[in-house]
């Protein structure tokens, strides 16, 4: 299974981090960028119905990593509650998962 989800910061300028989960391994930075850069990876996210979620120092810690490249282990819990709410907005159960 593989999802995207963007995490942005809205400030003066305003960035924008793009991350992609296969499910299997750690998720990995697609696209990041600021101002402009920033709101056309924001516009795809709307147009393709990727879900967005706002946290300035997530994105701001993100946008260091270079494309491609995993999220850092410290990292893990933060994006994973991201991840854990794109599912559920969309109603999907992660792949070898039960409920009680």
Known sequence: MTDSTHTRSQTESS???A???DGENAPKVTAKGSQ???EQIIELAKKH???LTENKELVTLL???ELGEEIPEMLY???AEIIAFAYMLKGKVPEGFQSQ
Request: overall charge neutral; hydrophobic content about 60%; charged content about 10%.
């Open 77 to 79: 819990l933060a994006v």
């Open 63 to 65: 946008s260091t990593l």
């Open 19 to 21: 991350l992609k989960y």
């Open 36 to 38: 402009e850069i920033a």
């Open 49 to 51: 119905n990727v879900p």
């Open 15 to 17: 960035l924008a981090v």
